[in-house]
């Protein structure tokens, strides 16, 4: 059974930066393409950052420059880093991993950056 666990979330000032990490079991971590999405209040969720097996990765555009996603397939890991974070950047984050046609979700963790 798919388990993602994030972490990492927090209360952090415009300009600061976090890391968000999410930790991954039950299924072959090495073999797929990790993601990350976010959903600010009222709106939908969007997806942010997708590392591939083969470690490609791409963002979204609002993140660009700023979001760095990055795995470990020794501890099934995967990390996204967070920098010059923006009020708008407020949002709750999942990890996701999509196989056997099935998308799985994390339980989420919250970013809030004030002003």
């Known amino acids: 059974q798919v388990q993602l666990v994030e972490s990492g979330g927090g209360l952090v000032q415009a300009g600061g930066s976090l890391r968000l990490s999410c930790a991954a079991s039950?299924?072959?971590?090495?073999?797929?393409?990790m993601s990350w999405y976010r959903q600010a209040p009222e709106k939908e969720r969007e997806l942010v950052a997708t590392v591939t097996a083969g470690r490609n990765t791409n963002y979204a555009d609002s993140v660009k420059g700023r979001f760095f996603i990055s795995r470990d397939n020794q501890h099934n890991t995967v990390t996204l880093v967070m920098n010059n974070l923006k009020v708008e950047d407020t949002a709750v984050y999942f990890c996701s991993v999509y196989r056997l046609n099935v998308r799985s979700w994390g339980q989420g963790t919250e970013v809030t950056v004030s002003s």
């Open positions: 039950g299924f072959p971590f090495s073999t797929n393409a």
